[in-house]
């Protein structure tokens, strides 16, 4: 769209959105609001200023054709949708919902936080995320998936949701640290490795790390803090199990029969150590 759509304070109904609409540039004056949805989409080709109130329930999507865009005034939001491909720089923290997508261009965190409440999907290039210093929290309460037709570069990633799984559908890339500070990290038969040696991966108590595939553990973390209380399964076929200082370890299969092959220099697990064939 072309238009350009100021939402004044002393209008009668303010804007619900219930289906999709389309604006260039929205500016929400102080004293107004725009409400979308859980149904409804709101398309931006341009640029987003609230200097009002701003209730996103339903997808917010930037879908621009004329150079990068940007937001102020507004944090929060349900389901967003970068497809620009000249991209978006983020100007504060946000905190989004449900999905975050990108489809097209490259979502700069500018070093701050991304929480997600649902998927990460990143169907636009390996590229498509510029981490910077930034840290992306998974913190839902269902299950959640991080994927897309290609991996991430995330600088850190955190796991927080304590009421679910979370899961990968591609591999990801770490570029600092891996933190399950609650809840379970399902790498099923894809991998969370870091680009190079350093950084830090920790499991918390009562938080599960688990490992699919033929995959053994992440690789090239310098730091391993597997609290007493935490557990690491290896959940897939026939398995490497590396050689750390386990909280309780797990040994698992879904397939029947399978040979998970110990390190030949003496393990360490301080909690429990559970076999369990499917």
């Keep these: ?14 804007p619900v959105i219930v289906s999709s609409v389309s604006c ?18 709101l398309n931006i080709a341009g640029n987003l200023v609230n200097n009002g109130t701003m209730v996103n329930n339903g997808t917010t999507h930037f879908n621009g054709t004329t150079g990068q865009q940007a937001f102020t005034g507004v944090n929060s939001f349900y389901n967003i949708n970068l497809n620009n491909a000249a991209g978006m720089s983020l100007p504060t923290a946000i905190s989004v919902g449900n999905n ?7 979502l700069n965190a500018n070093n701050f936080i991304i929480s997600v409440g649902g998927n990460w999907m990143n169907n636009a290039s390996a590229g498509a995320f510029t981490a910077g210093t930034s840290t992306v929290n998974f913190s839902g309460t269902a299950n959640q998936v991080i994927g897309g037709s290609f991996s991430t570069n995330f600088n850190n990633l955190t796991i927080s949701n304590s009421s679910a799984i ?3 559908s591609t591999n990801e890339n770490i570029v600092s640290n891996l933190s399950i500070s609650a809840g379970t990290l399902d790498l099923a038969a894809f991998t969370a490795n870091r680009i190079t040696s ?3 991966l920790t499991v918390a108590n009562n938080a599960v790390l688990k490992i699919g595939g033929t995959n053994s553990f992440p690789t090239n973390y310098s730091t391993v803090n597997l609290v007493v209380a935490s557990t690491v399964e290896y ?16 040994l698992s299969s879904s397939a029947g029969a399978v040979v998970k092959t110990f390190p030949a220099s003496a393990l360490t697990i301080v909690g429990n150590l559970l076999s369990e064939q499917g």
């Design 1 to 14: 769209s072309s238009t350009n759509v100021v939402i004044e304070a002393g209008s009668v109904r303010m």
């Design 24 to 41: 260039k540039n929205l500016s929400i004056n102080n004293g107004a609001s725009v409400t979308t949805t859980i149904a409804g989409t």
């Design 100 to 106: 975050l997508v990108i489809t097209a261009g490259t």
């Design 166 to 168: 979370v899961s990968l």
């Design 198 to 200: 350093g950084g830090v």
């Design 235 to 250: 959940a897939g076929a026939n398995q490497n199990v590396s050689n750390q200082v386990y909280g309780n370890l797990k």
